[in-house]
């Protein structure tokens, strides 16, 4: 499912090569306001979409004019994985909380440059869905930088659900938000070029962000950004010299289950990460 708006685009005012300020003339464009996508049964589907439909016309980033529902048939048979350990750090501000993200995505072994990158795109940019960086030169390598990559066709088994709402409920964390990122960071996570991915809700409500990997596992950090603030976006850091199209192809295409829950972990001070970073 994908929502979104038309809206004028504000008038910008930039800089005309003989350095006078300019005003460009505005034209219409559209907001991305939300989207959603899993693998279900075919018995499943009636309620998915009414609850798709539901979830992008009430939004708390705006009142779409456009909602577009894509259903596939897939015929192949989907991997299974195991999801990856939950746990939240202790964190107050914003600036806290991104400074903790920073020191994970480096003890993950991204560079500072790549970090630097990732989160000025992601203050800066709206993309529909993940932006890719290479994790040592911090370039930006997907192909469409509108669209981003956009991870699809996965899902969780009927008692691997269970069982994740039996471990996020000890910590009182049993959200479908949760849930849903929980699996698409272990989709990211599962692919081999993938080292890390970040995550911050666009939603102006939700300050509760991730980073993510095989290593540390699924980290929340409660005050990524600042309640109000309608910026967010998802960062995948992938190894240098990859072939791109074969990850956007996992990404996208590939399907992927999770059948295996991991066990969480409540609050935890950062040390106790990345001192051991296998939970
Ligand atoms: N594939 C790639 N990128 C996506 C996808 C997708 N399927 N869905 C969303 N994104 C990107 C897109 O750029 C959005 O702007 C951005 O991620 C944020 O998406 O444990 O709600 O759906 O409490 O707003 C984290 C939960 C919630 C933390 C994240 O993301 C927790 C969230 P949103
Ligand atoms: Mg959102």
Do not use: W
Not at 213 to 223: A, C, Q, V
Request: charged letters at 30%; proline letters at 3%; aromatic letters at 4%.
């Amino acid at each position: 499912m994908r929502a979104a708006k038309t809206a004028k685009s504000q008038k910008s005012r930039v800089k005309s090569p003989n350095l006078k300020l300019k005003t460009q003339n505005s034209k219409m464009s559209e907001i991305h306001i939300s989207g959603a996508e899993g693998l279900y049964k075919k018995s499943e589907i009636q309620t998915v979409v009414n609850k798709y439909i539901e979830r992008a016309l009430n939004h708390s980033r705006g009142k779409a004019d456009k909602i577009v529902i894509t259903i596939e048939d897939i015929k192949q048979q989907p991997e299974t994985i195991t999801a990856l350990p939950v746990v939240t750090i202790e964190n107050n501000t914003s600036q806290e909380g991104g400074k903790i993200a920073g020191h994970l995505l480096r003890a993950a072994g991204i560079s500072k440059i790549a970090i630097d990158k990732a989160f000025e795109l992601i203050k800066r940019d709206s993309v529909r869905g993940a932006i890719l960086i290479a994790a040592e030169h911090g370039r930006r390598l997907e192909p469409d930088k509108e669209r981003g990559v956009r991870v699809s066709r996965l899902g969780i088994t009927k008692s691997a659900r269970k069982q994740l709402s039996i471990e996020l409920m000890r910590y009182r964390i049993n959200t479908e938000t949760v849930q849903e990122a929980l699996v698409l960071a272990s989709k990211v996570s599962s692919c081999n070029h993938v080292i890390a991915e970040v995550c911050i809700s666009d939603d102006p409500d939700y300050t509760t962000g991730y980073v993510a990997s095989r290593d540390f596992g699924y980290i929340r950090i409660p005050h990524i950004k600042n309640k109000g603030n309608k910026s967010g976006g998802r960062v995948f850091f992938v190894k240098e010299g990859i072939d791109i199209r074969n990850v956007i192809g996992y990404l996208e295409k590939k399907p992927v289950v999770i059948n295996k829950v991991s066990s969480c972990k409540g609050t935890v001070p950062i040390d106790e990460i990345l001192n051991y970073p296998h939970l």
